[in-house]
């Protein structure tokens, strides 16, 4: 059995290892070997990696390596390995969103996101697996294949998605830093099924040029740590903004919704996200009842909106000839967007803009909301085989997310503290638009009062 390379961020996080290197306790080659060692240990299993770009990697650490020594330091992302999900377009890489069809010409050229990357510093190992299309919330895809969940090896568990291989990525320690996206929840439910920290951004605050949109009005570049205080120092570095600062649980106000995203909690998920509520009470954070409008409008919205503008993205013509070809569940939710009029998503458009308008006001006085970020831990992949079951547990995945993308503001999930076997649930912060270093201050109040979520045992997964 190969033996398991230490993960460089298991100590300290992204800014223990920022001090090492500087130290000169660690260099990026260093870091970048022990991450392609855990790849080349765990991915036969797991599954989380599209293409590992192993050459350039090791390339880009050891020049990272000798700007550092001349006396260049790029900021606190210098020297991390990263990876980046494959609907973005990455240099020297092949792109493939998850599916057999050609997407080049669709995602263009190397866009800022990945850009800034660089500027940072971050040495980019490969891409992770994501739903084809970005078109799916559980993770399952059958074109390049479906990463296994890290927190069980013995029943294969749904990892969450579309952003699937970069929850499991982080999870794993597979990389320092996961770039994904959300949708309706693609960043945060992989975060919340894996244990980590997701951030799904304002739409605006990451640049999604050089990607394979979904929905361009609703897609958001996100990030994905092992923590909040990781998330908070990267999100800072790549908007060169200053770092986000815990804010005062005494000054903070959180609305808690009275209907719809509490309703039907698996119990395991109800029991860990009322516990956290209670500890953040006990610390001094006030939670405040809040009615919220348009919840239930995401039920007719995504299922029409996602479609039609997957359809405008590739073509009538690409997708008709390309379809025998897709992931059978994506291409039946795709194909609903060929008999999408323009009239009814312009309806829709309508609807959303004077929600987003209503949610504002509601929420004027608050820092945010909370809820559970799913419904459910990580259900097995087997139960997908029961379409009654099946459906049941996509909505259950989005419909505590979607909200969020449907008022155009910021928000996270943090892991939660679990009991020994049980496992990862996420508790969801949202913010409001434009809020984005906002919801971080308010993520890293609430993980110093409630801790983080570990780490999975890996064992079952070397060799």
Not at 91 to 112: F, K, L, N, R, Y
Not at 133 to 148: D, E, N, Q, Y
Not at 324 to 332: E, F, L, S
Request: with cysteine; net charge neutral.
């Amino acid at each position: 059995m190969p033996v398991l390379d230490a993960d460089p961020l298991a100590e300290g996080g992204i800014a223990g290892f920022a001090r090492a290197f500087r130290a000169g306790t660690i260099t990026s080659e260093q870091a970048t070997r022990a991450y392609l060692a855990r790849i080349a240990a765990l991915d036969g299993r797991l599954g989380a990696l599209q293409h590992v770009a192993a050459e350039s990697a090791l390339a880009t650490a050891r020049a990272i390596d000798a700007l550092h020594r001349a006396g260049t330091d790029l900021g606190p992302l210098m020297g991390l390995p990263v990876s980046v999900k494959d609907l973005f377009a990455v240099d020297g890489m092949p792109i493939t969103a998850g599916s057999h069809m050609a997407v080049d010409d669709i995602a263009g050229p190397e866009g800022p996101l990945v850009r800034s990357l660089r500027r940072a510093g971050c040495v980019i190992l490969g891409k992770t697996r994501t739903v084809e299309f970005a078109l799916g919330i559980t993770g399952v895809s059958t074109p390049r294949g479906t990463p296994v969940n890290p927190w069980d090896a013995a029943t294969r568990r749904l990892p969450g998605g579309s952003s699937s291989g970069a929850g499991v990525a982080v999870a794993a320690g597979l990389c320092g830093l996961a770039i994904g996206s959300d949708t309706g929840g693609s960043v945060r439910a992989p975060a919340a099924f894996c244990g980590v920290f997701g951030l799904k951004t304002t739409p605006g605050v990451f640049a999604t040029e050089g990607a394979v949109p979904l929905a361009p009005h609703l897609d958001t570049p996100g990030l994905l740590t092992r923590t909040a205080a990781d998330a908070a120092i990267a999100f800072a570095a790549l908007t060169g903004t200053p770092a986000p600062q815990p804010r005062p649980a005494a000054r903070l106000r959180l609305g808690v919704p009275d209907d719809y995203v509490f309703d039907d909690l698996d119990p395991a998920v109800a029991a860990a996200v009322t516990a956290a509520l209670e500890a953040a009470t006990a610390a001094g954070i006030g939670l405040v009842p809040v009615s919220l409008p348009g919840l239930r409008e995401r039920e007719e919205y995504f299922p029409a909106v996602l479609p039609a503008c997957l359809i405008a993205t590739l073509g009538r013509e690409r997708f008709l000839a390309g379809r025998d070809r897709m992931d059978p569940i994506v291409a039946r939710r795709a194909a609903h967007g060929l008999d999408v009029s323009a009239a009814a998503v312009m309806a829709l458009e309508a609807r959303r803009t004077r929600t987003r308008r209503q949610a504002a006001t509601a929420l004027a006085g608050l820092d945010g909301w909370v809820s559970p970020t799913t419904t459910v831990p990580a259900p097995p992949v087997a139960a997908l085989d029961d379409p009654d079951r099946a459906l049941a547990l996509a909505l259950g995945m989005t419909r505590n997310t979607q909200p969020a993308n449907y008022y155009g503001v910021p928000a996270v999930t943090l892991p939660l503290p679990r009991p020994a076997g049980a496992l990862p649930v996420g508790v969801q912060v949202v913010g409001h638009e434009h809020g984005d270093a906002d919801v971080l201050a308010i993520a890293l109040a609430l993980e110093a009062i409630l801790g983080t979520g570990g780490s999975p045992d890996l064992s079952g997964f070397v060799g």
